[in-house]
């Protein structure tokens, strides 16, 4: 079973750019497909980028294509949210997920995703 803590949150203004990390323990990080996912005050959770196990598979949500990009560094146990031209909308706690696979999917649903983490919160300022 995978632990997951986030990091790199924080207060930027709109345009700017953050770079959000996944560190996972206490499970095979390289056999997990990962996702990011972000919830915006007052609103549900949504889907914002998920990678394959091998990093050679991505999926991102409309709003963020263009802006974010997924990456993971397997050695590292880490996953990486790089997030540029950050607009007010963004503002959000972001949580990544991990789900154990065996193939190369990808996953945009939070109920496939039986590990969280305790997020992290990005707040842009207009």
């Known amino acids: 079973q995978v632990q997951l803590v986030e990091s790199g949150g924080g207060l930027v203004q709109a345009g700017g750019s953050l770079r959000l990390s996944c560190l996972g323990s206490?499970?095979?990080?390289?056999?997990?497909?990962m996702g990011w996912f972000r919830q915006p005050p007052g609103k549900e959770r949504e889907f914002v980028a998920a990678?394959?196990?091998?990093?050679?598979?991505?999926l991102y949500a409309d709003s963020v294509k263009g802006r974010f990009t997924i990456s993971r560094d397997n050695a590292k146990n880490t996953v990486y949210l790089q997030m540029n031209n950050l607009k007010s909308e963004d503002t959000a706690v972001y949580y990544c997920?991990?789900?154990?696979?065996?193939?190369?999917?990808?996953?945009?649903?939070?109920?496939?995703?039986?590990?969280w983490g305790q997020g992290t919160q990005v707040t842009v300022s207009s």
């Open positions: 990678i394959s196990w091998s990093g050679g598979t991505t």
């Open positions: 997920a991990a789900r154990w696979i065996n193939d190369y999917s990808v996953f945009r649903t939070s109920n496939e995703y039986p590990y």
């Open positions: 206490g499970g095979t990080f390289f056999r997990y497909a």
